[in-house]
């Protein structure tokens, strides 16, 4: 069961002017799910996204970046199932073919729609079945679509990721709603898994540019499950310019600060969720790195924390064998650091303890204490690496029996 973390209220998400949202049950890897989701914008909406740097990234992420670098898109096409990525020159064909066959449904022109896909690698479309289900998530396109889309964009997920703002810019009320997925391969380095996130507030393209990769670095780019980078991560932000404010066209100004912490906020909400439901997670491990040279070295020490199978499986266990964080710091490849200023403490439900310092466990820290704050649902571990005054803030969950189960039969 995710941590922490319910199905989203329908009634709490809210309809963004000029986003409609549609799915169908397509039967593109399994039979009776929704699997195809359909998302229309009207015309002149801004879209900006981040995507995966995985090398081996998915015929769709190619040609979205092409897309996106044409001009005006009208449309969004996301199917789950299948990654398409691995597939070569047929992958890529097969994407154009249903940017064509959505455009044909829509009236608007390939390059216009920008495709997505999620599933098993190595594998190809079952082109037939995806374009016979386009007219029913066209049929279904409706603003309150999220809560359908939330769920048709699932793959391993146990639990729909969907969540809505509503912020004042200019004294003019402002909507935002988004959804994201994942909840295995999850180690963005872009980019998130799939996510995006929709307002109708007025921004210049240039600025929205700028915010999704500021959004992304404080949210997606801030978590991790497992540690390997999908080949098909992205995430995507559009602004449909149906809000009566002044268009934001400059990032000094307190218009711009209040959408990108509202846009920034939602981003995490919905990357947290991406952590909460990670494939077998029961612990919820907020990493805070402090008193860094730089930010660069502050994330390396959390991702070495966060990707230690030692690390992960004594989360799970409750057990406080938190030397293990300690050797983690000593790997992350930080060749001057001196230990003897580390300082690591953990906490939970509003208590913290220190664990160590002077390059050893702290005189204060009682194993029983530890064992408590261990068997928590949701942990901090605070390490003061005493070198200057970057930071940086990283979530993720342990590595429990689930895990192995569920990746062993994710093609079964």
Known sequence: MPVNLSTPDPSGLNAVPGIRLGVAEAGIRKPGRRDLT???????????????????????VQVCREHLAGGESRALLINTGIA??????RGLADARASCEALAAQLGCEPRQILPFSTGVILEHLPMPRLVAGLPQAVAALDPQGWFDAAHAIMTTDTIAKAASRRVEIDGVGVTLTGMSKGAGMIRPNMAT?????????????????????????????????DGDTSTNDS??????GQAEHAEITDMGTEAYRVLREAVTGLAIELAQAIVRDGEGATKFISLQIES?????????????????PLVKTAFFASDPNLGRILAAIGYAGIADLDVAQIRVWLGADG?????AENGGRADSYREEVGARIMRSSEIQ???DLARGAAGATLWTCDFSYDYVKINADYRS
């Open 351 to 355: 208590e913290e303890v220190l664990v």
């Open 235 to 240: 995430f995507i932000l559009m602004a449909s």
């Open 38 to 60: 359909v998302i229309e914008l009207a015309p002149g909406t801004r879209v900006a996204g981040v995507f995966t740097t995985n090398r081996f990234c998915a015929a769709p």
């Open 84 to 89: 398409n990525a691995g597939t070569g020159a």
């Open 381 to 383: 571990v605070r390490v």
């Open 292 to 308: 860094g040279a730089g930010r660069d070295e502050c994330r390396k020490v959390a991702y070495a924390i966060a990707h230690s």
């Open 193 to 225: 898994m799939l996510g995006f996130l929709a307002t109708d507030a007025r921004v210049s393209q240039e600025v929205l540019d700028v915010l999704v990769r500021e959004s992304t670095e404080a949210s997606f780019n801030s978590i991790t499950v």
